[in-house]
Structure formats: structure tokens, C-alpha cells
């Protein structure tokens, strides 16, 4: 079969713009590993540059190419493979300085054929999200449109699929390396001449939490399989409390919901902690922190996505500061902060006759109680009760918290929204932000940078 027997597919016919590209437009390449990159940027400018699909990116440099076939020049960037095993942090470090280092007119993301459109959608969203923000330069090239059945009938269903999933997408082309080089190289001109050239901007903190930094080494995989095991477990386990909390009072539904949130945090932080311990003997430095951002990055999706689910199934809003129902206060005298786990709204006193007691540095004290017994999370009434003093009196003595000066609960002001997240916030970016601001993590990323090679090579 000849080259020429695949004629490539475009979403949208046009025609080269004149006026907006200065110079020599320049694109950059970016993709997994094994989807076609280096394949199409040696077939586009005649190089011989070591391609293939493997556990790791053969592509080990920036490359950057004049075009040596169609009607116009351009320069083509290729780019280390976005989920390579080996090198992760190396490889994102060189993408970001591909991506940043220069004018580009368009990100063209290659994305490898596969008669399981869901797998395609899933790789396309993992390459975009270091460019999530340029969505609009992005310009979907799928490979291999050879392993296609009936190319025809399938592209415009993957057009939708994709154009569904990410709208603002510029366009997108079917080829094959049996295509016609000529006609890929026009088609992409054709697209690059649609777009002003600008530098793309990513700040640190978006390549910490877009980019992919770490891959799980082949010796701790066995490990890194049960810990995602026991996620699921986890997730699993709390579904099947929300459904039988469902039958509980609301207002005692909403005190062990927020419970679960609380909680849902906690366990996962555990679970982390004890991948890392099992494993830190085995990590440098760097693996150490990389491993940790990126960790932290999916317990913050995690916990999001339990939110979402739980949230909608409270009888009230739990991040609303205004809502009276936030049974949240502080002490106007001593500054004392209680979370309300039983009693009445009216007179009291600051004072928590047990050792037990909300605190911004310990895990909060709620009405329920939540227990793994046997692999199973089980919920029970919390035994501690909150003993209240008469009003007027000095603070009693024993053990507690609390001043003792007389309060009445429902006429205390709320607390600031800033002490409200820090309470329920179950994770937050700014957790991650003083890991790799921390000087243990910036020493070791500028030892670890000094020897990654972010120039251009032909």
C-alpha cells in the first residue's frame, strides 16, 4: 500500500492565513509515549531521531527542526513523551521549557488511534493539562487513522467525542504514517497561520500542580497497586455510609456527613504516610518530594470528589459562613473555638469539663464517631458529652478548656471565613505549595536541575 493511499482528515477545511505569523511560525509536539511524535517530526523535517513506544521516552532532548516538505516553512518542537517511567521530573522540567522558551503559534497535541474512544478522551486530557489554559492553540493530531476499520465513519465521531470534552480545541486532524508528508505539513501550516504568535506563560505553581513529575519506580509498582486498591476500598467503604446515613434524622445526617468529610481526609493521609514510610529507604531526595506533590495532588482530587458527592445531601451549605446552622463559634472572651457536638442554643458557659476539644491543631471532636472494624467503616454516637457550667460562674477547676464566662450560643457571632477553611477544607493547593516551597525541596530541585539539558538540538 502506498504512502498516498491515506489522505489525512481535518474537522475544519481552511486556508493559510496571511499576516498574523511573523517570520517562521513555530509548533511544538507533545504527547505519551509511543503515540507518534518523533515518528511524524522526523517524517516532517527529514530527521532520523530515535522513536518508538516504551515504559520510557526516547526522546531524551528537546528537539527543534525546520520542516523539509509542503508548500511553507515552519519549525517543529518535539518534546519528551508526557508519561515516560523514567525521568519523569526531567522530562516535564524540558516540556515546560519547550513550551515557554520561545514564540509559538501552536500546541499540537498527538493523540495515538484506539477503537476505545473513552482510552483516547482519558490520554488526550492527561497530555492537555500542562496547557489547559491554551486550549485554543491546541490543534489534536491522531496517529496511526490506519488501524481504523472505516477512518471516515470513525473521525467525526472522535471530532465529537473530543470537541465535547474539551470545546475550545482548534482543531483536528486524522493521519497515518502512510499519509502523504506534504499534505500534513500543509494542513498544519494551515492551522499555525490562525494564530498570532505569543511565548506561552506557566507559572511554578502550574507546573507543580498540571504537570506530571513523578512515576511510580517498577521495584515499589506491587505497592503502588495496593495502595490504589485500598483507595478504592476506602471510597467503596464511605459510599456505603453515605447510603445508610441516608435514613438517619436530617439533622443528624448532616453532623456525620461532615464527619466524613473530615475523616475521608484523614484516612487518605494515612494511607500516604504509610507508602511513604514503607518505601523512603528506596527514594532519593528528590523522588521523596516529587513522589509527595504528586500524591497530594490525587488526595485533592479525591477528597473533591467526595465533597461533591456529599455536599448536595446536607440540608445546608457547609462552606456558607452566614448559614446559623454552621454549628462553629468562639468564645468572645478567652477566643476559645467549639465545635457544638450537643446541648441547647441558649446560656451557657465557655467550658469543656473533659480532655477531649475542637482545636484547629487536632482532629475535631463531632457527635459521631467513625470506626474501621473488619474492613468496614462503621458509625456509632460519640460517647463524650459537653457539660456546661451556670451562667455567671468563674471557670470551674479540674481538667478542661474554656474560660467559663457566661455565653449564649445562638447570639455568638460567626468566625472568620479564613478559620472556617482552615477547619473544612478538606485539601488544599496551598498544602501542596509549602512542600515545594519548603528549603529541603528547593535545595534538592536546583541540584536535581542543574544537570537537566533544556537547549534546543537539531
Known amino acids: 500500500m502506498s504512502r498516498q493511499t491515506l489522505t489525512p482528515l481535518i474537522r475544519s477545511n481552511i486556508s493559510p492565513k496571511t499576516g498574523l505569523t511573523r517570520n517562521k511560525p513555530c509548533c511544538l509536539l507533545m504527547g505519551q509515549t509511543g503515540a507518534g511524535k518523533t515518528t511524524l517530526g522526523n517524517m516532517l523535517c527529514g530527521t532520523q531521531h530515535v522513536s518508538g513506544a516504551a515504559t520510557a521516552s526516547l526522546t531524551r532532548v528537546l528537539f527543534r527542526n525546520d520542516v523539509c516538505v509542503g508548500k511553507n516553512a515552519f519549525s517543529v518542537i518535539d518534546t519528551p513523551g508526557t508519561d515516560s517511567q523514567k525521568d519523569t521530573f526531567e522530562h516535564a522540567w524540558q516540556l515546560r521549557a519547550g513550551l515557554t522558551a520561545t514564540e509559538l503559534n501552536t500546541v499540537f497535541i498527538v493523540l495515538k488511534y484506539d477503537n476505545r474512544y473513552n482510552n483516547m478522551i482519558d490520554h488526550y486530557l492527561q497530555v492537555e493539562q500542562p496547557v489547559?489554559?491554551?486550549?485554543?492553540?491546541?490543534?489534536?493530531?491522531?496517529?496511526?487513522?490506519?488501524?481504523?476499520?472505516?477512518?471516515?465513519?470513525?473521525?467525526?465521531?472522535?471530532?465529537?467525542?473530543?470537541?465535547?470534552?474539551?470545546?475550545?480545541?482548534?482543531?483536528?486532524?486524522?493521519?497515518?504514517?502512510?499519509s502523504d508528508p506534504d499534505t500534513i505539513a500543509n494542513?498544519?501550516?494551515?492551522?499555525?497561520?490562525?494564530?498570532?504568535?505569543?511565548?506561552?506563560?506557566?507559572?511554578?505553581?502550574?507546573?507543580?500542580?498540571?504537570?506530571?513529575?513523578?512515576?511510580?519506580?517498577?521495584?515499589?509498582?506491587?505497592?503502588?497497586?495496593?495502595?490504589?486498591?485500598?483507595?478504592?476500598?476506602?471510597?467503596?467503604?464511605?459510599?456505603?455510609?453515605?447510603?445508610?446515613?441516608?435514613?438517619?434524622?436530617?439533622?443528624?445526617?448532616?453532623?456525620?456527613?461532615?464527619?466524613?468529610?473530615?475523616?475521608?481526609?484523614?484516612?487518605?493521609?494515612?494511607?500516604?504516610?504509610?507508602?511513604?514510610?514503607?518505601?523512603?529507604?528506596?527514594?532519593?531526595?528528590?523522588?521523596?518530594?516529587?513522589?509527595?506533590?504528586?500524591?497530594?495532588?490525587?488526595?485533592?482530587?479525591?477528597?473533591?470528589?467526595?465533597?461533591?458527592?456529599?455536599t448536595p445531601l446536607m440540608s445546608y451549605n457547609l462552606f456558607d459562613n452566614s448559614d446559623p446552622r454552621n454549628q462553629i463559634k468562639a468564645c468572645p472572651h478567652c477566643g476559645q473555638i467549639w465545635w457544638k457536638t450537643e446541648g441547647c442554643d441558649g446560656a451557657t458557659a465557655c467550658g469543656n469539663r473533659v480532655s477531649e476539644f475542637f482545636d484547629l491543631r487536632k482532629r475535631a471532636v463531632f457527635k459521631y464517631v467513625l470506626t474501621w472494624v473488619d474492613g468496614k467503616l462503621t458509625y456509632t454516637k460519640n460517647p463524650v458529652t459537653q457539660r456546661t457550667n451556670p451562667v455567671n460562674t468563674a471557670k470551674p477547676s479540674g481538667k478542661g478548656v474554656g474560660c467559663g464566662r457566661a455565653i449564649v450560643w445562638s447570639e455568638l457571632p460567626k468566625i472568620s471565613d479564613k478559620i472556617v477553611f482552615q477547619i473544612f477544607e478538606v485539601k488544599s493547593w496551598d498544602e501542596v505549595k509549602s512542600i515545594i516551597r519548603s528549603e529541603g525541596y528547593q535545595r534538592a530541585e536546583a541540584c536535581y536541575r542543574r544537570n537537566i539539558d533544556t537547549s534546543f538540538h537539531t
Not at 465513519?153 to 486524522?174: Q, Y
Not at 483507595?231 to 445526617?253: H, T
Request: charged share 30%.
Open 132 to 178: 489547559g489554559t491554551y486550549t485554543e492553540r491546541i490543534v489534536v493530531l491522531v496517529s496511526h487513522m490506519d488501524n481504523a476499520d472505516d477512518q471516515n465513519k470513525e473521525f467525526p465521531l472522535i471530532c465529537g467525542l473530543l470537541m465535547e470534552t474539551s470545546p475550545k480545541i482548534a482543531n483536528i486532524i486524522f493521519f497515518s504514517k502512510k
Open 187 to 310: 494542513l498544519m501550516y494551515a492551522c499555525m497561520t490562525q494564530m498570532a504568535p505569543t511565548r506561552l506563560e506557566i507559572s511554578e505553581d502550574d507546573f507543580y500542580k498540571n504537570f506530571n513529575l513523578y512515576q511510580v519506580r517498577i521495584g515499589m509498582r506491587r505497592s503502588f497497586d495496593q495502595y490504589k486498591k485500598q483507595v478504592e476500598s476506602i471510597l467503596l467503604a464511605y459510599a456505603l455510609v453515605v447510603g445508610d446515613a441516608k435514613n438517619e434524622p436530617q439533622e443528624d445526617r448532616d453532623e456525620l456527613f461532615h464527619a466524613l468529610i473530615v475523616q475521608f481526609k484523614y484516612d487518605l493521609d494515612d494511607l500516604y504516610e504509610e507508602f511513604v514510610n514503607k518505601h523512603r529507604k528506596d527514594m532519593i531526595e528528590m523522588d521523596q518530594y516529587a513522589l509527595s506533590v504528586e500524591f497530594q495532588k490525587e488526595i485533592i482530587k479525591n477528597c473533591d470528589e467526595f465533597v461533591s458527592t456529599v
